[in-house]
């Protein structure tokens, strides 16, 4: 009985009014407009579907509040059942804040996007923040690869459920239909809902003592998640026709799917069939490339391409959850990018002396001069998966790269992963040529590779030779 209160079976059997009277769960229907040829208009087929959902799940002790506009569109069958109650109200944000007050329920879950979720859902939620000090609770919803339900769409729980890899279980997620609150805490921090959904979330995810659980049972259409999360922008780099084939190859291969690729129309003469086919592949003039990718992409991160390398299938999915689960951690400062090895093809046998290895190691040594500019060893881009707003926001497009990678590493934090992720054939000269303009190194940048790359290696060995490696 403690575990299954909504069952109430202290009571056995109640019937539908005492029930409607004193439900558990208040599901709040908000806004189900669509823009449909510049008007706004109700998403009728949306809204029954939901409405269908409810009263399809396992947890029979809930209430609907809904607003009077759009009660007024449902059918007899519907508008008859006892646990619904409606409210008037002038705007999204009025109503969402009535609610609140005239909710019967002890926890409160808003629905505002469109989604279809499992019948088990609400029981699940139930269990996990009744029986916990939480103040609400989030468990994730994953996108369909089509943009739109059917009218007959079920919720099944099966391995072969139709998701993308991408769900709202991120830091800050700004959707309404994944948490479960309970009322008391809204009430004890006097929450009032604004027309800034995003301030909105933002507030309960400071306030309050939430839990993000790993359970997939709720579906939506959400441009949110339709979005993706990284893109990949490959600029005219010297590369060769059956090069830039493995690239895009180890791309389309990665267990993360939700990306897309921008890339320099100049290469377009050297892209197969099978890719130019692919609605995710986007060609960008040769003027401002890169700029023009950063201004354009609608994605949280991206990866500069500007040698030919190719990538574990892993190395997407990785990359993104790592430094997500950096930013995560509370009390640090957000990370601005990711950097990961890259290892030569054909060196399989020995320890592979990267220069990027020895410049994460020379920045960690004691001598003084770990302050000097040992980043010069790490001046490629397709190693680094970096947020688009730092770039936005500092206008950097990395027209000067040896420069701008250096800029990044100075001003911002960075998260390292070792892994083995990103394999290229060419040596650690033609990778460190690769960052100046035209690949001409400057004089005195190439005594300062050759002098510190030597001393770096002598450091190293002295590790070795002191147990220390």
Not at 23 to 45: A, C, Q
């Amino acid at each position: 009985m403690k575990n299954n209160k909504d069952l109430q079976m202290d009571d056995l059997i109640i019937n539908h009014t005492e029930m409607a009277t004193n439900p558990i769960i208040s599901v709040i229907l908000s806004n189900f407009m669509i823009n449909k040829d510049n008007e706004s208009v109700l998403d009728l087929n949306s809204l029954n579907r939901i409405i269908l959902n409810c009263y399809n799940s396992h947890f029979p002790s809930f209430e609907l509040i809904i607003s009077n506009d759009l009660f007024n569109n449902l059918n007899k069958d519907i508008t008859n059942k006892q646990n619904i109650q409606v409210i008037d109200s002038n705007s999204n944000k009025e109503f969402k804040n009535k609610a609140i007050d005239k909710s019967k329920g002890d926890f409160l879950f808003f629905i505002e996007e469109d989604i279809l979720f499992s019948p088990i859902l609400f029981k699940k939620m139930f269990d996990k923040i009744n029986n916990n000090d939480y103040d609400w609770v989030l468990f994730p919803m994953d996108p369909i690869i089509d943009l739109k339900f059917s009218k007959n769409d079920q919720y099944d729980i099966n391995e072969f459920s139709k998701r993308k890899t991408i769900n709202s279980n991120l830091k800050y997620d700004y959707l309404s239909s994944d948490k479960l609150f309970k009322k008391k805490f809204l009430k004890n921090i006097d929450f009032k809902f604004s027309d800034n959904l995003k301030n909105d979330i933002q507030t309960l995810y400071n306030k309050g003592n939430y839990k993000k659980f790993n359970a997939h049972y709720i579906l939506t259409t959400d441009s949110f998640l339709n979005d993706p999360f990284i893109s990949i922008i490959i600029d005219d780099i010297k590369i060769k026709k059956e090069e830039l084939e493995d690239l895009l190859k180890s791309i389309y291969n990665q267990s993360f799917k939700s990306f897309d690729i921008y890339l320099n129309e100049t290469l377009q003469n050297k892209v197969s069939n099978k890719y130019l086919s692919m609605n995710n592949l986007n060609f960008l003039k040769n003027n401002n490339f890169k700029e023009t990718a950063v201004k354009e992409s609608k994605s949280k991160y991206a990866i500069f391409v500007d040698i030919p390398v190719i990538y574990n299938s892993s190395f997407l999915e990785k990359s993104f959850l790592k430094i997500e689960e950096a930013n995560n951690k509370q009390n640090h400062k957000n990370f601005s990018f990711l950097s990961t090895p890259i290892c030569t093809s054909n060196n399989k046998k020995i320890y592979n002396f990267s220069t990027q290895e020895l410049a994460y190691f020379y920045k960690n040594v004691s001598s003084p001069s770990n302050k000097s500019k040992f980043l010069i060893f790490d001046l490629y881009l397709a190693n680094k998966l970096i947020n688009l707003d730092y770039l936005r926001r500092n206008k950097i497009y990395f027209n000067n790269c040896n420069s701008d990678i250096l800029r990044i590493y100075r001003t911002s934090n960075s998260v390292r992963t070792y892994e083995k992720f990103i394999s290229t054939n060419l040596s650690q000269k033609e990778m460190f040529k690769s960052s100046f303009k035209n690949e001409k190194v400057p004089f005195s940048d190439r005594i300062f590779y050759n002098v510190h790359k030597m001393f770096l290696i002598l450091l190293y060995i002295r590790e070795i030779l002191n147990g220390e490696k």
